[in-house]
């Protein structure tokens, strides 16, 4: 009976091990094509809408917001040709290589190759006729980002205490937004997530206390320097913005009630507030913390990702 109780657990245990792994979200940014042959104007939109796509019905979030580890392609032309009409048509015969890598370490982790063949009536039609071959459910594709979601897993494994440790030392300078990418940078399926979702909530509510706190500081010199149904509007507009786990929420509703005893205004500051604080579970508020750090990580896009390291 003691063996089996044993054997239950584990098999327990690796099905909600086996379960979090593939419930495990992993971010890929979608770069444009920097390498390889030169492509039309407004072609790369296209192709990282199609990549990004293709990626995503693998299991992997692909978009263009800020991160670290990226896919991306380049082309490498068999032929192009001209094809006599009429309607005159252009075809080609491409080589296209999509990378899946770290963009600091100019590291590329995974590589493959997808020969692709389109016609239309303008090369860069042409171009996209053949880009629409690549998809999802592509068993190389598949392949490729599985080894690349495989790679990223093991950085953050390795090297989520490093990320933790920049998170402290941001959110104790007050600098919120960026210790919130770095808190939430940490994927549901690593070693330190645990700690790492803990930290974020907790950073998460000194956010909500410093932003909230300015946004009260605003209502009220909006309020002071217009004590009319004009200033009350434009201190509601601050004061519907205040977290009601902020711990300046009691003020702002104080102020609220200053101001409804002075003009008269439709509004509902409390009720909204309340109804905003029961719809916020701890998930959400982990993807509200999550979404303040991938702001701050987008102001720090580089312009250009010198990708000369894609070989």
Known sequence: MKRTIIYMACAFFLCVTASKAQNCEIHLTTLPIEQGEEVPDNFNDFFITRLGNAVSATGVVADPNYDRFFVTGKFNHIYKETLAGPPMQYAVHTLLTVYVGDVLNRQVFANTTFELRG???????????????????????????????????????????????????AASLKHYEEALYYASSVPECCNGYDE???????????????????????????????????????AYAFLEQIDSDASCYNKAVSLANEIKKTVKVDYDFEHKQKYNDQILLEKDRIGAARAVGVAWGNGQKPQTTYLNFIR
Do not use: C, D, H
């Not at 803990?198 to 009220?220: C, D, G, I, M, R």
């Open 196 to 234: 790492a979702s803990e930290l974020t909530l907790k950073v998460y509510k000194q956010y909500l206390n410093y932003s909230s706190e300015k946004l009260l500081q605003k209502a009220q010199a909006a309020w002071g320097a217009n004590p009319t149904e004009r200033g009350a509007r434009e």
């Open 119 to 169: 016609v239309g009536m303008s090369e860069e039609r042409a171009l996209l006729n053949a880009l629409n071959q690549l998809n999802g459910g592509n068993a190389k594709l598949q392949s490729l980002i599985a080894q690349g979601k495989k790679k990223v897993l093991e950085f953050y494994n390795k090297n989520y205490t490093q990320y933790l440790q920049r998170a402290r030392r």
